[in-house]
């Protein structure tokens, strides 16, 4: 059989599976209901670009149309894929209800949290409402879930300002980006009226650093033309949706501007703009990147193209280079959260910016992109609602950027495993990495939910099988993460007598073992 019939064969095969999958008890024919009922347990919406050839079709037909084989393969084939990683729930999020249903509970207990003030010295963003709270959520999957306010357009303010930084390094490269602003902490207000020693912004997180990067973003282009430029990148990161802008918040930041025109005027006399510049000129296209419109909603999308490495989940489009967002999410973790950003990256460790309208745009790399908004403002300009809504969500869910070192996240939950993981597959798993030593997978199995201590058929652990083996580096790790030195396999042996008798003195040492090779416990 040639190679592109075994293709067709196994095609048809999945078509196939997809169709058992659906088709309840005793019926020959899958429901549409079904296939719907599948699409929002997972968290697929039904504007996801990649089901529109599936979705189109179906939405023409009556809401109890059903459907033998033949006609289900040809509705689902333009989706075939994504269909079967709903149906089989080998999406990201595998268990999707459950996480939903607790994302949607730690929305609700920071809704009561009224803590803060809108920002006052932009006159536009005083007038909204302070009570409003909107959270997204779009995983590197295209799975959504939106809360609240979630679809009420917002001005994006500094959250504007990580990605100009990507525009700007996608046109001109790290080298000539870096030239021109530095990649430190500032250590002071993010509007202060400071420069590092070289006379360069600091950060491209601060007001100074956001005016460098829009100055470097097609230089010799119209305003208008730059304007349109951005815009469509926001688009691509976005999954096709453009951006609004709101004149009135521009107008109005650009009548209240001082301190930016200070910070323009104080670079330009340090040289620091490239020449030719035009300062006041790229003030107004730095105030029209804040004055941008875009929702929670689409926000989220944006974030979870950074997650995916520059590639949007809802379109595959490739809308940013991996290095340049991997130089973006570096300088969002250690100086996106203004003046907190040093407590942000230690207590929910990762990378996010913030803006004074009240958004939060927040990166789990590999994992999902968050948006949350809400006004109110604690003193260092962040919203109070989206700090606690985050701290809360690091607490239950192993997403630090640090969880993932030896067992530190052992007591929290990593949504990204299936919710019945095969125990005797982590059992045969955790016995070989322990007989060959492998320390990092022993780490990678226990964070996945494997118990150190399970046993095989015969009664012996992990710690049995490095021990009898002499993988002393193994077997301190899995001390460390709780094994039992003194449990005992089905012949009344402990680790501590396997070393002994395989002769490896240094594990017997470790164990704590006597002249009988009884170990500590």
């Not at 004149?247 to 930041?253: I, K, Q, V």
């Not at 490239?274 to 004055?291: A, D």
Request: proline share 5%; with cysteine; aromatic share 8%.
């Amino acid at each position: 059989m040639d190679a592109s019939r075994m293709d067709v064969d196994a095609f048809t095969q999945r078509e196939h599976q997809i169709f058992d999958l659906l088709l309840r008890r005793g019926a020959q024919r899958v429901r549409a209901a079904d296939i719907h009922r599948v699409l929002e347990e997972t968290g697929l919406r039904h504007d996801d670009p990649r089901l529109q050839g599936m979705l189109k079709p179906l939405s023409r037909l009556p809401g109890d149309a059903t459907f033998a084989r033949a006609e289900f393969f040809d509705l689902v084939r333009p989706s075939l894929l994504m269909l079967e990683l709903a149906a089989t729930r080998r999406l990201v999020i595998p268990d999707f209800p459950s996480f939903r249903g607790e994302v949607r509970s730690i929305f609700d207990r920071a809704l009561s949290n009224r803590a803060g003030a809108v920002a006052e010295y932009i006159p536009q963003l005083q007038r909204v409402d302070p009570e409003q709270f909107g959270l997204s959520v779009c995983t590197i999957d295209g799975q959504r879930i939106t809360s609240g306010d979630a679809r009420v357009p917002f001005c994006v303010q500094s959250v504007s300002k990580p990605l100009n930084y990507c525009f700007a390094l996608e046109e001109l490269g790290e080298e000539e980006v870096h030239s021109r602003m530095g990649c430190e902490p500032s250590g002071v207000s993010f509007n202060e009226l400071a420069l590092n020693a070289d006379g360069r912004p600091h950060n491209p997180m601060i007001n100074a650093g956001g005016i460098m990067s829009a100055a470097l973003i097609r230089q010799d282009d119209a305003i208008a033309d730059r304007f349109d430029h951005v815009a469509r990148l926001w688009a691509k990161l976005a999954g096709g949706h453009k951006p609004g802008f709101s004149n009135a918040t521009y107008l109005s930041e650009r009548s209240t501007g001082d301190r930016n025109f200070a910070l323009a005027y104080s670079m330009r006399e340090r040289r620091a703009f490239p020449r030719g510049e035009k300062l006041v000129e790229n003030l107004e296209f730095y105030f029209q990147c804040c004055s941008l419109e875009m929702t929670a909603d689409t926000l989220s999308v944006v974030a979870a193209t950074l997650a995916n490495g520059g590639r949007c989940p809802l379109t595959g489009e490739q809308a940013l280079s991996h290095t340049t967002v991997q130089s973006c999410l570096s300088l969002m973790l250690s100086c996106g959260m203004y003046d907190y950003s040093g407590e942000w990256a230690f207590r929910i460790g990762l990378p996010s910016k913030s803006g004074v309208s009240g958004a939060v745009l927040t990166v789990v790399p590999n994992v999902m992109g968050i948006c949350s908004w809400s006004p109110r403002l604690d003193a260092q300009g962040n919203s109070v609602r989206a700090i606690d809504f985050c701290k809360r969500l690091v607490r239950r869910y192993n997403f630090h950027i640090y969880d993932g070192l030896g067992s530190g996240a052992s007591g929290k939950i990593d949504p990204r495993l299936q919710p019945h993981a095969d125990e005797r597959t982590f059992v045969i798993d955790m016995c070989w990495a322990a007989s060959e030593g492998d320390c990092k997978g022993l780490q990678r199995l226990v964070l996945r939910g494997a118990d150190p201590n399970a046993a095989d058929y015969d009664g012996r652990t992990p710690l049995h099988l490095a021990a009898c083996e002499g993988r002393t580096d193994a077997v301190a790790l899995l001390l460390e993460l709780g094994a039992e030195p003194g449990v005992r396999d089905r012949w009344d042996n402990t680790p501590c007598a396997e070393a002994e008798r395989c002769g490896h003195g240094g594990v017997v040492g470790l164990l704590g073992g006597d002249e009988k090779g009884n170990g500590r416990g």
